[in-house]
């Protein structure tokens, strides 16, 4: 048993999980998406904020960046304990990287709710 | 045939070197890439490589054979190209030549706890199984830890202390499934962190260097629902 401090789960599997439901949440979004695209004669910016404007579409937002947030978390954390074996510069990275994506959620809330 | 071979030895050279050899091969002669190297012995009595049985069982002389990880003595050098480029098995340190510290492979093995644990009543005689049971230990018990699959794992390369590999998972495997072994939780728990299985990105380069056929890559993946199992 290995312990880990800044991965983001608390255990292999719970990471492993996560990695793969976050993908299938962004997968979904981008299907959607490239539907809204294809079925949209004209993209105006009232068809834009049309499509953000149901909750629906905000919470699916939401769902879709903080499965980005997490999906990118889980990998940079794994990609930087592979390759980067100075703990100097792997703690500077992660922490990087996790204020990246902390402050990137928080905007994004911002933005879909004061759409 | 050419063959070119890693040579080092920590007390003399200041860093490794290829040495080059020239060696007459008959056409269509079956010889094993270990006789050849055991010729070369004799030329050069300084070379130094492990082997024991010469005969694919006790795992002692893998090596990176032109890039890939095998045994030697099992690998025909009529299957090889011209020049054959030789070198210890990659990520282990080496002792000399071709003589790779094993202690890494080893700790990880010893890890998982490759024995039975039991904590039902000693039987009499032996402690039975059914022979559907017996079969699932097949495509597990056979690894002979030549460590030709955890040494082509870039993973283990990486994290050698944290992950234990294909070896020791497909050996983990061997006893999750034993239906003599009563401790799978535990063996579960001590599995269930970021390094030891979740490591495996499932590239298969040990299904693909294994000298006996296994798949530690399947057994990786029966280990990882195993554990959605007991997690969800």
Known sequence: ?115 | MKFKIYRYNPETDKKPYMQEFDIDIAEGSDKMLLDVLVDLKEQDPTLSFRRSCREGVCGSDGLNINGKNGLACITAVSSLKSPVVIRPLPGLPVIRDLVVDMAQFYKQYEKIKPYLIADTETPAKERLQSPEDREKLDGLYECILCACCSTACPSFWWNPDKFVGPSGLLQAYRFLVDSRDTHTEERLADLDDAYSVFRCRGIMNCVDVCPKGLNPTKAIGHIRSMLLKSGV
């Open chain 1, 1 to 115: 048993m290995v312990t880990t401090v800044t991965s983001l789960g608390r255990s292999g599997l719970h990471d492993w999980v996560l990695q793969r439901l976050s993908a299938v949440i962004m997968l979904a979004y981008v299907v959607y998406l490239g539907y809204f695209f294809a079925t949209t004669p004209e993209i105006t910016f009232a068809a834009w904020q049309g499509l953000f404007a149901s909750t629906f579409m905000k919470v699916f937002s939401f769902l879709t960046l903080l499965s980005v947030v997490m999906h990118a978390w889980i990998g940079l954390w794994i990609v930087s304990t592979d390759y980067m074996p100075k703990v100097s510069i792997r703690v500077a990275f992660q922490a990087i990287v996790i204020v990246i994506c902390l402050s990137l959620l928080v905007w994004g809330i911002q933005i879909l709710w004061s759409l």
